[in-house]
């Protein structure tokens, strides 16, 4: 069994290509409300997980509930590609 040493308040970026496992990996080590998956919020502004063209919509929520729960001390982990350096 593989035991993650996380503390309490971090940001964990899980990051890969699609398909890679981030998000069975999220959801086998950390609870549902401590991750933010950038599928679930383009869901949330347009309906639709795979539609990119609702990318930056869905990035700009999820940056304001991580910022919120990290303010709040909380361990927030974000489920995207995080393919770019910023």
Known sequence: MT?????????VALVGVSG???STFARRHFL??????????RAMVAD??????ASADAFDALHYVAGKRLRAGRLTVVDATNLQPH
Do not use: Y
């Open 20 to 22: 890679s496992g981030k």
């Open 32 to 41: 549902p409300s401590q991750v933010l998956s950038s599928d679930a919020f």
């Open 48 to 53: 639709d997980e795979n539609d990119q063209s």
């Open 3 to 11: 035991v993650l040493d996380i503390p309490e308040l971090a940001l």
